[in-house]
């Protein structure tokens, strides 16, 4: 193997293989899907699109989809959360700041915050990556349920297989 750092064939694929257990990359051409049935109900009006379901590490990246305005739910995470708004806005109570489109969101780890869709958006989708769990919250910090990478597993299989995909569709998505 060359010690130096000039590569004298750069179109050259690397030539050796990778490890054994190294999991396969996803690539998926059309994260927005046209099916609707790639889209996973989370709640009324509320979606999901699943990108990456990290069981090894307990995150997983989706696409939010939404429409309804008001509020959307009131969480808190343990671990940080980034976003990215593809279409619409929408903001947390907390805070004076919209979250809108081509912008980016750092959620900073145990932050409680309620999500608000405004009346005049019709859609909005966020690409989320999400790490550790969701934990539901009333005002007062009382605990209402959570989320984590293996509900969304679990959420992704009773879906899939009701609207024909197969309960392992979601396999193509589990790291």
């Known amino acids: 193997m060359p010690t130096d750092r000039t590569d004298p064939e ?7 293989p990778n ?23 989370q709640a009324e009006n509320v ?3 699943p990108l990456c379901l990290n069981a090894s590490q307990g995150y997983w990246m989706n696409l939010l989809r939404v429409r309804k305005s008001g509020v959307l739910s009131r969480h808190r995470h343990p671990q940080a959360v980034h976003g990215f708004v593809l279409k619409g806005r929408w903001k947390y109570l907390e805070h004076d700041w919209w979250a809108e489109e081509g912008g980016y969101v750092f959620e900073p780890p145990g932050e409680t915050h309620t999500l608000y869709v405004p009346e005049d958006v019709k859609e909005m989708i966020t690409y989320f990556q999400v790490n550790g769990v969701m934990y539901y919250t009333d005002p007062y910090g009382k605990g209402m349920g959570y989320e984590d990478v293996f509900t969304k597993i679990d959420m992704c299989k009773k879906h899939f297989e009701a609207v024909g995909l197969g309960a392992d569709y979601v396999k193509q998505f589990v790291r």
């Open 10 to 16: 750069p179109l050259t694929p690397y030539q050796y």
């Open 19 to 41: 490890p054994p257990e190294a999991l396969p990359e996803i690539v998926i051409p059309n994260a927005i899907p046209t099916d609707e049935r790639l889209w996973v109900p």
């Open 47 to 49: 979606w999901f699109r």
